[in-house]
């Protein structure tokens, strides 16, 4: 949203005003220890809540939030262990946590090898964690209330 009035006031007023067009904003995490740190530059390409059995286990939460960047707008500083597995559609993915603190915070799918994805929890600007729609709903536990407003997909789009 381009504007001739570009002013220094106009700027400090865009940044109050959150969610509409955030591209180019850094968003920023971490893991419990600190130890690993990551930045991701512009507005996810997607961001699911997602209820597989999977990242149940792997998160020790009943479901998971994820946001997806294209892998080159992500980086990530420190050293993480990984734990590869097949999906049930035979994808492999792999999850990246930290060695030290056990936060889950990346995960990979074969099935899209251009994106990353970053757990919502280890993400700063809580603000822009704004998932879209929920995932392997056919997955989730009975307790677990979902947004109205939000597709339900029986499996990953
Ligand atoms: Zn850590
Ligand atoms: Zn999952």
């Not at 559609?89 to 915070?105: A, D, E, K």
């Not at 603000?127 to 536990?141: A, G, H, L, M, Y």
Request: hydrophobic share 35%; proline share 4%; net charge positive.
């Amino acid at each position: 949203m381009g504007s001739r009035l570009d002013t220094k006031s106009d700027i400090q007023i865009k940044r109050k005003t959150s969610g509409a067009n955030m591209s180019g904003e850094v968003l920023t995490g971490q893991c419990l220890c600190g130890a690993i740190t990551c930045t991701a530059t512009g507005d996810p390409v997607s961001t699911v809540n997602c209820h597989c059995s999977d990242c149940r286990r792997a998160t020790g939460a009943v479901f998971s939030t994820v946001l997806y960047f294209q892998k080159e707008r992500v980086q990530i500083i420190g050293v993480y262990s990984g734990f590869d597995h097949a999906s049930d559609r035979g994808t492999n993915v792999s999850r990246m946590f930290c060695p030290t603190c056990g936060s889950q915070m990346f995960a990979r799918a074969s099935g899209w090898p251009d994106l990353i994805g970053i757990r919502a929890g280890c993400i700063k600007q809580t603000e822009r964690i704004i998932p879209q729609r929920n995932v392997f709903v056919c997955s989730k536990i009975e307790s677990t209330a979902l947004d109205p407003v939000l597709p339900r997909i029986d499996g990953m789009p």
